[in-house]
């Protein structure tokens, strides 16, 4: 049976993921880039300490350059609108694609949709919204039960809004994130981020994604001393978050 992942763990997996990333962006004498976080590619020990894995996409990334001009490669639902439409690869992706991983830490949902319905609202934007209308309390994952660290749970959920920002300007640097997450420093005002383009799109409803599997941080499968957090590949990228929606019923 896969084991129930309580706010402590939750809390120490992100900043855990958060310090990993910190390392290869900013510790390394070579800077690189993942190019691939999500849920799937952070491994736990038997201690619960992430570990971040397959370096297979990863690039390395030369300190005079702004910016790397590349083939997109990665899992839909994680990469940033930059380097999804452009090719622009900079730190700021994998920014982006942690963002997406600790909103799923904390609400237990996955960034992922039923192909084929059309009345659907992604995981960051429904938090976008509640985030806008004063109810942030209601993406904490329910499992939870009020157990849990306000504090750093709301912390987690505004270091998710400010990275998944659609400016990559606008997105902290992993150290930064690490101190926010950790209540170092003092979180910037989460703003509200309309998108850069202002499409519409058709987004999966919250309550449906939970109805073809588990969250993916209620549960985890484990292996002798390895663990792999469970999380469905999303079929949908949130490039575009809307400044009103709808919210989901949860």
Same mark, same amino acid.
């Given at each position: 049976?896969?084991?129930?992942?309580?706010?402590?763990?939750?809390?120490?997996?992100? *900043?855990?993921?958060? $310090?990993?990333?910190?390392?290869l +962006?900013?510790g390394?004498?070579?800077?690189? *880039?993942? $190019?691939?976080?999500?849920?799937?590619? /952070?491994?736990?020990?038997?201690?619960l300490?992430?570990?971040?894995?397959?370096?297979?996409?990863?690039?390395? +990334?030369?300190? &005079?350059?702004?910016?790397?001009?590349?083939?997109?490669?990665?899992?839909?639902?994680?990469?940033?609108p930059?380097?999804?439409l452009?090719?622009?690869?900079?730190?700021?992706?994998?920014?982006?694609?942690?963002?997406?991983?600790?909103?799923?830490?904390?609400?237990?949902?996955?960034?992922?949709?039923?192909? !084929? @319905?059309?009345?659907?609202?992604?995981?960051?934007?429904?938090?976008?919204?509640?985030?806008?209308?004063?109810?942030?309390?209601?993406?904490?994952?329910?499992?939870?039960?009020?157990?849990?660290?306000?504090?750093?749970?709301? $912390?987690?959920?505004?270091v998710?809004?400010?990275?998944?920002n659609?400016?990559?300007?606008?997105?902290?640097?992993?150290?930064?994130?690490?101190?926010?997450? &950790? !209540? &170092?420093?003092?979180?910037?005002? /989460?703003?509200?981020?309309?998108?850069?383009?202002? +499409?519409?799109? @058709?987004?999966?409803?919250?309550?449906?994604?939970?109805? +073809?599997?588990?969250? @993916?941080?209620?549960? *985890?499968?484990?292996?002798?001393?390895?663990?792999?957090?469970?999380?469905?590949?999303?079929?949908?990228?949130?490039?575009?978050?809307?400044?009103?929606?709808?919210?989901?019923?949860?």
């Amino acid at each position: 049976m896969s084991p129930k992942l309580d706010w402590a763990a939750r809390q120490k997996i992100c *900043v855990g993921i958060a $310090r990993g990333l910190e390392f290869l +962006h900013e510790g390394s004498t070579i800077r690189m *880039v993942h $190019r691939d976080i999500k849920t799937t590619n /952070v491994l736990l020990d038997a201690d619960l300490n992430a570990k971040i894995s397959d370096f297979g996409l990863a690039r390395l +990334h030369e300190s &005079e350059d702004s910016h790397i001009s590349t083939k997109i490669a990665g899992t839909i639902g994680y990469m940033a609108p930059e380097y999804a439409l452009w090719g622009q690869l900079t730190e700021k992706a994998d920014v982006y694609s942690f963002g997406v991983v600790a909103m799923e830490i904390v609400s237990g949902k996955h960034n992922a949709n039923q192909k !084929g @319905s059309v009345d659907h609202v992604s995981l960051i934007n429904w938090a976008l919204t509640l985030q806008q209308t004063g109810d942030i309390m209601e993406i904490i994952d329910s499992k939870l039960e009020g157990e849990f660290n306000s504090d750093e749970a709301v $912390r987690m959920i505004k270091v998710a809004l400010i990275c998944t920002n659609s400016s990559p300007s606008l997105r902290p640097a992993m150290s930064e994130a690490v101190k926010m997450l &950790e !209540g &170092e420093i003092e979180i910037k005002q /989460v703003m509200s981020d309309p998108g850069l383009y202002g +499409h519409n799109w @058709s987004f999966s409803k919250l309550s449906d994604l939970d109805k +073809h599997g588990s969250s @993916s941080t209620s549960g *985890v499968t484990t292996d002798q001393t390895t663990t792999t957090i469970k999380s469905s590949v999303s079929d949908l990228y949130p490039l575009y978050p809307q400044s009103v929606i709808q919210t989901p019923t949860v």
